[in-house]
């Protein structure tokens, strides 16, 4: 079983969709991460958090220590934002990745 | 500047060569990671260098040798490489590798993409 689950693992949405993508974990954490990595490779970091929520333009995201689960949401999607989204963790001195969610966003 | 750059792009050798990946930054970031990602799999910790000294040795085979020779730079020597190794080879860097793991934001590189003939 992976330290690190996340949901759906592919969506397909329509250009100005509201979307949610989930993860949930099963170690203790220090920090969760949520990376974009388009293709090509380019990994970009959006969000470490720790507790609550952090906002930067269309992009939400939450997390519950006491239930293990962050979401990440995206508001008025774009296809520019079509990329794969990658929860990770930080635990001890490891850092433990999710296999990731594959976003389309059709124009 | 909060880029961390990576050269080659690509890179493609057969497995009798010698070849080395380099990773560079310039944001006073104290800790250098390499990453190991193969198609449609998330990356997979290799090394961890925190102040210049190899932290994380994540059971990595001895034909990838990693190098840092100053806070800025960090190196991947291969050698004797499988076509297994075939993969995307991920530099990051973080203000500092914490006792605690993943409690730092780490920047990442666009990546060298590695095939072994």
């Known amino acids: 079983k992976n330290e690190v689950e996340q949901s759906p693992q592919n969506l397909t949405a329509q250009e100005g969709e509201f979307i949610t993508i989930n993860c949930s974990y099963s170690?203790?954490?220090?920090?969760l991460h949520w990376l974009q990595q388009h293709p090509g490779g380019g990994i970009v970091s959006l969000f470490m958090?720790?507790?609550g929520k952090k906002k930067h333009g269309r992009l939400i995201a939450t997390i519950n220590i006491q239930e293990k689960h962050s979401s990440l949401h995206i508001t008025a999607s774009h296809p520019r934002d079509s990329a794969v989204y990658i929860c990770?963790?930080?635990?001890?001195?490891?850092?433990?990745f999710g296999t990731g969610t594959s976003l389309t966003v059709i124009p | 500047d909060t880029e961390v750059t990576q050269t080659p792009k690509h890179l493609v050798m057969g497995m009798t060569n010698k070849k080395s990946l380099k990773c560079e930054q310039h944001?006073?970031?104290?800790?250098m990671y390499w990453y190991k990602q193969k198609a449609k799999k998330p990356p997979e910790l290799m090394f961890v260098y925190s102040y210049e000294k190899l932290s994380i040795n994540e059971s990595v085979p001895s034909r990838f040798s990693p190098e840092c020779p100053n806070s800025s730079l960090l190196n991947l020597h291969l050698h004797a490489l499988q076509p297994e190794d075939s993969a995307l080879y991920l530099c990051?860097?973080?203000?500092?590798?914490?006792?605690?793991?993943?409690?730092?934001?780490?920047?990442f590189g666009p990546g060298t993409r590695l095939t072994v003939l």
């Open positions: 944001m006073g970031h104290r800790a």
């Open positions: 990051a860097s973080s203000q500092a590798y914490l006792a605690g793991g993943g409690s730092d934001t780490q920047y």
């Open positions: 990770a963790v930080g635990s001890g001195n490891q850092f433990y």
């Open positions: 170690v203790g954490i220090s920090a």
């Open positions: 958090l720790s507790s």
